[in-house]
């Protein structure tokens, strides 16, 4: 995990609002939806979730016609996919999953579009516990993440602070710098 530095920059509390913004209020991880601001959100503990969400426990079902919840608190104990109960007309809500930015550099003065990763608390503490963009990942990235780690190693490795078009154009090109360097010192 990277050390945190820095004091965030005075345009820095916009700039993440912006980042949020075009994450369209979503998690850039688990899907999930969220409010803008904690005041609309009440105390945030629990959030409606949607057939985008792609994220586990904890949560709370709610099926059709019924005026109960019931909690779920292990993976294995849900029947289906969230997605799935949704559709069925279910209702499935989401503790703790008030939106955030997380800084992948560490940066928190570096407020570039790839350093900002709009995330869910419980998904930004698991990548931020997880995720050193410094050190070489053996495995492939996931999906979501590939743009913000491509955009990191343009910087770190050319240089440049691409535009999000620019990284996409590029994707596998700059996603093989890793694999260039490791190969190298070999």
Not at 6 to 35: F, I, Q
Request: proline letters at 4%; hydrophobic letters at 35%; glycine letters at 8%.
């Amino acid at each position: 995990m990277p050390r945190f530095t820095n004091d965030y920059a005075k345009d820095g509390k916009s700039l993440r609002a912006k980042s949020r913004e075009e994450a369209g209020y979503r998690c850039a991880r688990c899907g999930h939806p969220c409010e803008t601001g904690v005041k609309r959100m009440g105390r945030g503990e629990w959030s409606d979730c949607d057939a985008q969400c792609a994220h586990g426990p904890p949560v709370r079902l709610q099926a059709e016609g019924d005026l109960s919840w019931v909690t779920v608190k292990k993976a294995t104990s849900l029947i289906m996919p969230i997605a799935d109960f949704i559709l069925a007309g279910g209702k499935v809500q989401a503790q703790w999953r008030i939106l955030t930015v997380h800084h992948f550099d560490g940066d928190k003065a570096n407020d570039a579009w790839w350093n900002h990763l709009s995330l869910c608390q419980r998904c930004h503490l698991s990548v931020q516990t997880r995720v050193n963009p410094e050190i070489p990942w053996m495995f492939e990235h996931s999906e979501w993440l590939k743009p913000y780690v491509a955009g990191f190693y343009a910087h770190k490795y050319e240089g440049k602070n691409l535009t999000r078009g620019e990284v996409m154009e590029r994707l596998d090109e700059l996603l093989a710098f890793e694999l260039r360097m490791k190969e190298d010192a070999s």
